[in-house]
């Protein structure tokens, strides 16, 4: 198994350009997430899905879509990218069984994302 | 609302002596707390969790946490550090307020360097 994948590793963007960060996972988790990483802040939740065809904002959304396109597949989209966006960028995923289960999440090897 | 606090941003212990890395915790309700190491350039790895009952718990490579519901702490120890030990500790608690899925709120982690 894989895990948690996530394309590119690296990116450079300029002010204004878009791109979409791509995250699969091959464990068959109901739920997917994406993180921004800063230094001495933690992970801050950017956007959820708990379960295929879901999508709920997380702390820090602005700036930000997603799209959960299966079950294995959660892409983050930068539409208009701004300097503050400069983070690491992690995707996670984790199993959900009736709402009431407190299991760990498996993250993705992270995205190191620049913005001139 | 759900926080985490981890009060000391660098731990630096010698090899072979006992590591303790703090984590005090707010929360509503019953609490669900996690430790997650980072290595370089790596996403975080799972180590231990509390749900409930024993309140020490064992962890993944040596380590353990003990959980003080009077002190509100989930501190990470380990008997006897290694060198390899060194890296980016994370504490999290999950968060509650958002219901289904599973949310956690991550404190700002703590650096370890582990001295030969």
């Known amino acids: 198994n894989a895990g948690v994948t996530q394309t590119p590793k690296f990116q450079v963007l300029k002010t204004g350009q878009s791109m979409t960060l791509q995250c699969a996972q091959d464990?068959?988790?109901?739920?997917m997430y994406w993180y921004r990483q800063d230094p001495g802040m933690g992970l801050r939740l950017i956007y959820y899905s708990a379960s295929e065809g879901t999508t709920d904002k997380g702390e820090v959304p602005n700036g930000y879509n997603v799209s959960r396109l299966n079950k294995r597949e959660f892409s983050l989209r930068l539409e208009s990218a701004a300097p503050s966006q400069t983070s690491v960028y992690f995707c996670?995923?984790?199993?959900?069984?009736?709402?009431?289960?407190?299991?760990?999440?498996?993250f993705g090897p992270g995205t190191r994302l620049t913005v001139l | 609302a759900q926080s985490v606090a981890q009060p000391e941003d660098q731990v630096n212990v010698a090899e072979g002596n006992p590591l303790t890395v703090k984590c005090t915790y707010s929360?509503?309700?019953?609490?669900?707390l996690f430790w997650y190491v980072q290595y370089p350039n790596r996403g975080l790895q799972f180590l231990l969790k509390y749900i409930t009952g024993d309140n020490l718990v064992k962890g993944s490579y040596g380590f353990e946490a003990e959980f003080n519901k009077s002190q509100t702490s989930f501190h990470l120890k380990k008997p006897s550090a290694l060198v390899s030990d060194s890296a980016l500790y994370f504490c999290a608690v999950r968060d509650m307020s958002r219901g289904y899925g599973q949310n956690f709120v991550f404190g700002p982690g703590t650096r370890l360097s582990v001295l030969p």
């Open positions: 464990m068959n988790h109901n739920s």
């Open positions: 996670a995923s984790s199993e959900v069984a009736g709402g009431s289960s407190y299991n760990e999440q498996f």
């Open positions: 929360v509503s309700g019953n609490p669900y």
